[in-house]
């Protein structure tokens, strides 16, 4: 019988309309996955998963069974013809140990093979950065088309450790949010993606939209420097607003290249600031750390 084609929301739910048009049952069937079905934004379904099927073709019954029952017909011929259709014990034994021979083949073969089954199911797949890259370019581009936003993502920089994206179109404002607060929580989703599919190896994600962070970063730093001025000008702490943690990182960067001052962080999360206060670098150095793996 020709291939069908069908479409669902799941794989599964393809094959069972194969089979309706088949009109057999799934052990009778075969299938080819043409395309899973597309997950949107918060796993609203963008494209169905797309299967083809047909009935499994009729095979030829295999060598060895038709071999051992032609000996068996010729044994009851040949013992019929000499003393009225008694069967040979001697020959009837020889035939029982090919069968069974070829029964413990068989066994032996599919143990073999679900054990070679098991290991490809258990194995973890391998991804490469380049695969990496474009599944977080995709999730991005889903996630603007469900938030009706026209613009493009850009894979900016790839390489062992980082994969850095760009989104780039007009008011874009509101992906931004107060502060970057809503880049920022979209960049956490994008590395949530990468790593649910690399795991630790997924290394830094940062997504920018707009040119947003670098505009961002060369002001921070700009006031970083100027609150700095006032410190050692006073010799008294100063306290940022609540930031998030790649830009408490910025601050803390700059600090660490002046003398005569030091910056630390204070505060939980959401509302984490920095302190900038006159004296030793040392702690700027512990902070950094912590700031990096935050």
Same mark, same amino acid.
């Given at each position: 019988?020709?291939?069908?084609?069908?479409?669902?929301?799941?794989?599964?739910?393809?094959?069972?309309?194969?089979?309706?048009?088949?009109?057999?049952?799934?052990?009778?069937?075969?299938?080819?996955?043409?395309?899973?079905?597309?997950?949107?934004?918060?796993?609203?379904?963008?494209?169905?998963?797309?299967?083809? $099927?047909?009935?499994?073709?009729?095979?030829?019954?295999?060598? +060895? !069974?038709? @071999?051992? *029952? =032609? #000996?068996?017909?010729?044994?009851?011929?040949?013992?019929?013809?000499?003393?009225?259709?008694?069967?040979?014990?001697?020959?009837?034994?020889?035939?029982?140990?090919?069968?069974?021979?070829?029964?413990?083949?068989?066994?032996?073969?599919?143990?073999?093979?679900?054990?070679?089954?098991?290991?490809?199911?258990?194995?973890?797949?391998?991804?490469?950065?380049?695969?990496?890259?474009?599944?977080?370019?995709?999730?991005?581009?889903?996630?603007?088309?469900?938030?009706?936003?026209?613009?493009?993502?850009?894979?900016?920089?790839?390489?062992?450790?980082?994969?850095?994206?760009?989104?780039?179109?007009?008011?874009?404002?509101?992906?931004?949010?107060?502060?970057?607060?809503?880049?920022?929580?979209?960049?956490?989703?994008?590395?949530?993606?990468?790593?649910?599919?690399? $795991?630790?190896?997924?290394?830094?994600?940062?997504?920018?939209? +707009? !040119?947003? @962070?670098? *505009? =961002? #970063?060369?002001?921070?730093?700009?006031?970083?420097?100027?609150?700095?001025?006032?410190?050692?000008?006073?010799?008294?702490?100063?306290?940022?607003?609540?930031?998030?943690?790649?830009?408490?990182?910025?601050?803390?960067?700059?600090?660490?290249?002046?003398?005569?001052?030091?910056?630390?962080?204070?505060?939980?999360?959401?509302?984490?600031?920095?302190?900038?206060?006159?004296?030793?670098?040392?702690?700027?150095?512990?902070?950094?750390?912590?700031?990096?793996?935050?």
């Amino acid at each position: 019988m020709d291939w069908v084609e069908t479409t669902g929301r799941t794989v599964e739910e393809a094959k069972e309309a194969a089979l309706d048009l088949l009109g057999v049952d799934d052990s009778e069937a075969e299938f080819e996955v043409l395309e899973e079905a597309k997950t949107g934004f918060l796993g609203m379904s963008k494209r169905p998963a797309r299967v083809r $099927g047909r009935v499994l073709p009729a095979t030829p019954k295999a060598k +060895d !069974g038709r @071999r051992v *029952r =032609r #000996r068996k017909s010729s044994i009851g011929k040949d013992d019929a013809n000499s003393d009225g259709g008694s069967v040979s014990p001697e020959r009837l034994d020889t035939s029982s140990k090919s069968v069974n021979g070829q029964k413990e083949r068989n066994t032996v073969m599919q143990e073999r093979e679900d054990d070679v089954e098991q290991l490809e199911e258990t194995a973890a797949p391998l991804i490469s950065r380049t695969e990496l890259a474009v599944v977080a370019q995709h999730f991005l581009a889903d996630l603007l088309y469900e938030l009706d936003m026209l613009a493009t993502v850009s894979i900016d920089h790839l390489d062992d450790e980082s994969i850095d994206l760009s989104i780039t179109g007009e008011q874009l404002g509101s992906l931004i949010g107060q502060k970057g607060a809503v880049i920022a929580a979209v960049q956490e989703l994008t590395k949530a993606v990468v790593q649910a599919h690399a $795991g630790e190896s997924a290394g830094r994600v940062t997504v920018d939209v +707009d !040119g947003y @962070r670098k *505009r =961002r #970063r060369e002001a921070l730093e700009r006031f970083t420097r100027s609150v700095v001025d006032e410190v050692i000008a006073s010799g008294e702490d100063r306290v940022f607003d609540p930031m998030i943690a790649s830009e408490r990182k910025i601050v803390h960067d700059v600090v660490a290249s002046i003398d005569g001052v030091g910056s630390k962080s204070e505060g939980e999360e959401p509302n984490r600031y920095v302190v900038i206060f006159a004296g030793s670098g040392v702690e700027v150095k512990e902070e950094l750390g912590a700031e990096i793996g935050s």
